[in-house]
């Protein structure tokens, strides 16, 4: 008998979002910072303690805007780990600044903040902390080094929605977080993200910016009697019917989290052993870290080990990726931008790392075929 595949990903739907696309077509409002759009941002800004949070069409659109609130231009430097998706960089490089990549912590797979501080020169004027896997980064270092040095931290948290480290959500430590709705992070509307602002300071210019570099916020509030082109800016707001589709998902985040969550604890469970007799390594969560079960991923001895994993698995209908070509070394990052210290953790842990699937609606027998599939492929 023939086994059902058991894909990478499967976008979740929670069953409302249509009724709210209807809801939205009622209201006759399509375009951006609507009805639907009001409520996913007082929703992000009552969960994550944000001053202010601006939907966009993109965390990649998020983290272009971070990059132009941060008055990143050509000269410029901004520090950053080559084990990330490319936006983080692109963001830094379509301002005409130079990325700067620096290693990860063979722990977390997020930033070390030691070679962060080493990267600092003259030139810098962002540091960009990714959260890998919706798994915080050592904030409190990387608060300390931006402030020391005086440049805005920015948090590409687009993995990290409902992740929290201490007390406060993910995105909501730096001067700027940006999160990511695209179908493949928890909580999703096909294509989308937000700005988080959580300076004060910043909140005029970003929603200026959000508007394509019009006043047109402050028009609509009854502050100024015409609204004009006032600064740089781009069309960085979403859709209220992309807001319909998310404000469905985000009503049931907590929910989403939590049937994630068992599948990630059922996995760490299963694999224990194999992690005890050496055979793979499983994730390690953070200090004071409250994660989203974002992904569940296996370092493998060495790359051999992780391509026969991925093709074993693949064999028995179960799709088990591997994740980033470091920047640095992708034809791109080596043309725009530059390296800061060795990446030798980033390029040993790209060679060996496998994702394995983990979406709402697997079954605990889903998760058991994986894990014997992944028991059979390494013993
Ligand atoms: C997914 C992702 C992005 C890009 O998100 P989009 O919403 O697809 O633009 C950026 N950074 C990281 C770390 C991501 O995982």
Redesign the pocket.
């Known amino acids: 008998m023939a086994v059902a595949p058991i894909p990478f990903n499967r976008p979740y739907a929670t069953g409302r979002e249509f009724g709210y696309i209807r809801e939205a077509l009622d209201n006759l409002h399509l375009s951006g910072n609507g009805p639907f759009s009001a409520r996913c941002t007082a929703w992000l800004e009552e969960r994550t303690g944000a001053e202010r949070a601006l939907l966009t069409p ?6 272009e805007m971070a990059m132009l609130l941060a008055d990143v231009g050509p000269g410029d430097e901004v520090i950053l780990p080559s084990f ?5 960089a692109s963001a830094v490089a379509l301002r005409g600044a130079t990325p700067v990549f620096v290693d990860i912590r063979p722990d977390t797979l997020n930033v070390d903040p030691e070679r962060v501080d080493a990267a600092v020169t003259a030139a810098t004027r962002a540091i960009v902390a ?3 896997a919706g798994v915080a980064c050592d904030l409190p270092a990387l608060t300390r080094i931006a402030a020391d040095h005086g440049v805005p931290l920015v948090e ?1 948290a ?2 990290g929605i409902l992740s929290a480290h201490g007390e406060r959500a993910l995105g909501a430590h730096g001067q700027m977080g ?1 999160l ?3 179908e ?2 928890n909580v999703g509307c096909g ?3 937000a700005l988080l602002v959580n300076d004060a300071g910043l909140i005029e210019r970003a929603e200026i910016l959000h508007e394509k570099g019009t006043n047109r916020s402050q028009f609509f509030r009854g502050q100024v009697d015409k609204y004009t082109w006032v600064d740089l800016g781009s069309s960085f707001v979403a859709s209220d019917l992309s807001a319909a589709f998310l404000w469905a998902q985000l009503e049931q985040a907590e929910d989403i989290t939590r049937r994630r969550l068992e599948v990630w604890d059922a996995y760490h469970d299963a694999l224990e052993p194999l992690e005890r007799d050496g055979l793979l390594r499983r994730p390690v969560l953070s200090d004071e870290c409250r994660h989203n079960a974002h992904m569940y991923y296996v370092l493998a001895p060495d790359g051999a080990a992780r391509d026969r994993l991925i093709s074993q698995l693949g064999d028995r209908g179960i799709q088990a990726v591997f994740h980033y070509v470091p920047l640095h070394s992708s034809p791109a990052g080596l043309r725009l931008g530059r390296t800061a210290g060795d990446l030798t953790v980033t390029d040993d842990v790209a060679g060996r790392l496998a994702r394995l699937p983990l979406w709402v609606g697997m079954e605990p027998a889903d998760v058991v075929r994986v894990t014997d599939a992944v028991t059979a492929a390494v013993r």
Do not use: I, N, P, R
């Open positions: 993109s965390c990649t659109a998020a983290l990330t998706f490319v936006s983080t990714v959260h890998y590409d687009a993995q940006c990511s709705f695209h493949t992070k294509e989308g993200g």
